[in-house]
């Protein structure tokens, strides 16, 4: 049995090696993207935008449908929900599709501030661990959320809420009733699919996904849900 334990730990020795340099290429790679501009300067290049709105400023209901749908845990984890993870591996190797990401929604701003597109895929998404570490060292939950409403996509060359209630529904974000919050939140998902311009029956399909993650997680009854109308 000697050479079966032999085997076993030069693999075990293999995997550290390996693991150890992804790690300390995705350490760089966050390093250098900081190294170009610092989080402090990025963020505060989002907020000066003219159509950043402030969370104040954003319907409670579209609030509620985007934590429901893309991170119901949010204000309960850290940077990272390894539950999450988890249980998207599980989901996806039981339905043999890449149904679920466990991205956390720290996770989605820290992609799109600096690693969306990234070449390189895996020190991507580990750079993108480690400023998500960053992120909600220095910033509250309340401020990682304001932020990723207001830099995700929402097709039609609609990024931020306010371009997306502006362009789709001519609304300001505030004033987005519960129909239209479900609608959007589900959106960003693949914008080039649930655009409700775009796929209006595949927007209201995603719509259902999000409306039933809100009753799941107590933000609508039953009955609220089934009286959502346009």
């Known amino acids: 049995m000697k050479w079966f334990r032999r085997i076993i730990l030069f693999i075990l020795a293999i995997i550290i ?10 350490h760089k790679l966050y390093e250098n993207s900081l190294a170009q501009i610092s989080l402090s300067d990025k963020i505060n290049k989002i907020k000066s935008d003219e159509n950043y709105v402030s969370i ?20 309960e ?12 591996i599980f989901s996806n190797i039981k339905s043999g599709k890449l ?32 400023l998500s570490m ?17 830099i995700i996509y929402f097709g039609e060359g609609y990024y931020g ?15 987005l009733n519960l129909y239209e919050s ?10 080039s699919i649930y655009a409700p311009t775009v796929n209006p029956d595949l927007a209201k399909k995603r719509q259902k996904k999000v409306i039933s993650s809100m ?16």
């Open 17 to 26: 090696i390996v693991s150890t340099i992804v790690i300390l290429n995705g």
């Open 56 to 75: 104040d400023n954003i319907s409670q209901d579209y609030i509620n449908a985007v934590i429901a749908v893309e991170d119901h845990r949010f204000k």
């Open 77 to 88: 984890h850290g940077a990272v929900d390894f539950i999450s993870i988890g249980r998207a």
């Open 99 to 130: 149904n679920e990401g466990g991205s956390t929604i720290t996770q989605q701003v820290a992609e799109n501030l600096y690693f969306i597109g990234e070449s390189d895929v895996v020190s991507g998404k580990i750079a993108e661990v480690f």
């Open 134 to 150: 960053e992120l909600e060292k220095n910033y509250s939950k309340e401020d990682i959320l304001e932020f990723y409403i207001n």
């Open 161 to 175: 809420i306010k371009e997306a209630a502006n362009g789709y529904y001519n609304k300001e974000p505030k004033d």
């Open 182 to 191: 479900t609608i959007l939140a589900g959106v960003p998902n693949a914008p």
């Open 215 to 230: 009753v799941k997680y107590g933000y609508l009854t039953q009955e609220q849900a089934d009286n959502i109308s346009e």
